[in-house]
């Protein structure tokens, strides 16, 4: 494996190759990537999470560069940023803003992924008939009320998983930031799923032959289920090992961190808070850069033939 340095000075200069106009932008004196310094204002402690609500280079950064963004859309994959979400009323949702970030249309996903902003007395909506959805809370906390009238408190970095057709309800007394997945239930003969209520912190440690990132799933691996959660830890220097193109569809948050990701022939600076979209077959690879851990939240389909 290379070291730290090596790794931040060979993909240095590949940037500077391939996208010299982003360069002077994310370039620190300490290194690329590199964190603010506190005499900047910013602080690397603060509640879990919290930088995918308040990120690094947050929109308000952004005023004095009138038409600039660090989002792109390509045919084979997405880089959504926090400067160019669009946020408004979520059908059926009660004093809830959303923004889509992953949607079927235009980008031929068959999943979407969306930010949930709820305010003080709010309350979810039904997904359509047949859909199932995920929900993972990053900032606040909220109450889900299924349909024997159970409530399970969900707080930052808990989850749930609710079966399609079921009747529930996600309210929020404040405030709460949630990323939700959704996708119509691909059946498989007699099998159903279950609702799932858990917490990453609650889930065992993956081997992970072959690589050095820290790997969490946070749904059943068996057949029933079409698609997972993988939570992924990086510590800074660590990288993927191996190059990936497969048929599978991701949706990406990075909750933690930051680093740059290869998406086809393109690589990126990525930070906490940005969303990426992969489609089948496009190359991937991700290396943590910085000075803390880099965590992301990641969909991906299984346990059905891509027929």
Not at 160 to 169: I, Q, R, T, V
Not at 255 to 278: F, K, V
Request: charged letters at 15%; one cysteine or more; hydrophobic letters at 40%.
């Amino acid at each position: 494996m290379q070291s730290p340095s090596a790794l931040s000075a060979s993909v240095f200069l590949i940037l500077s190759i391939t996208i010299p106009g982003f360069i002077n932008i994310s370039v620190a004196d300490d290194g690329f990537c590199s964190a603010p310094s506190n005499s900047d204002g910013y602080s690397d402690s603060g509640p879990m999470y919290w930088k995918v609500t308040n990120p690094t280079l947050a929109p308000s950064h952004l005023r004095d560069l009138p038409g600039f963004t660090r989002s792109v859309y390509k045919r084979d994959h997405a880089l959504i940023t926090p400067e160019s979400h669009v946020f408004s009323p979520l059908p059926e949702w009660t004093n809830t803003l959303g923004a889509y970030l992953i949607t079927p249309a235009a980008m031929g996903s068959h999943f979407v992924m969306y930010l949930a902003n709820m305010q003080g007395n709010s309350r979810s909506g039904l997904p359509p008939h047949d859909v199932e959805r995920f929900v993972f809370v990053v900032q606040g906390i909220v109450t889900l009320t299924n349909a024997s009238g159970v409530n399970h408190e969900l707080m930052v970095d808990s989850y749930a998983y609710l079966p399609p057709n079921s009747e529930h309800s996600i309210s929020c007394d404040a405030s709460a930031t949630l990323v939700v997945f959704e996708r119509r239930y691909a059946s498989l003969g007699n099998h159903t799923t279950e609702q799932i209520v858990g917490s990453t912190i609650k889930q065992p440690l993956l081997e992970t032959p072959g690589e050095v990132f820290e790997l969490r799933k946070l749904l059943p691996t068996s057949p029933p289920y079409d698609f997972n959660i993988h939570i992924m830890d990086f510590q800074p220097g660590e990288f993927l090992n191996v190059k990936e193109v497969h048929y599978n569809q991701h949706g990406l948050l990075l909750l933690e961190g930051q680093g740059i990701y290869r998406l086809g022939d393109s690589w990126y600076p990525i930070q906490a808070g940005d969303a990426i979209w992969m489609a089948p077959f496009v190359p991937q690879w991700y290396a943590a850069l910085g000075k803390t851990r880099s965590r992301y939240l990641l969909y991906k389909d299984v346990n059905r033939n891509p027929l």
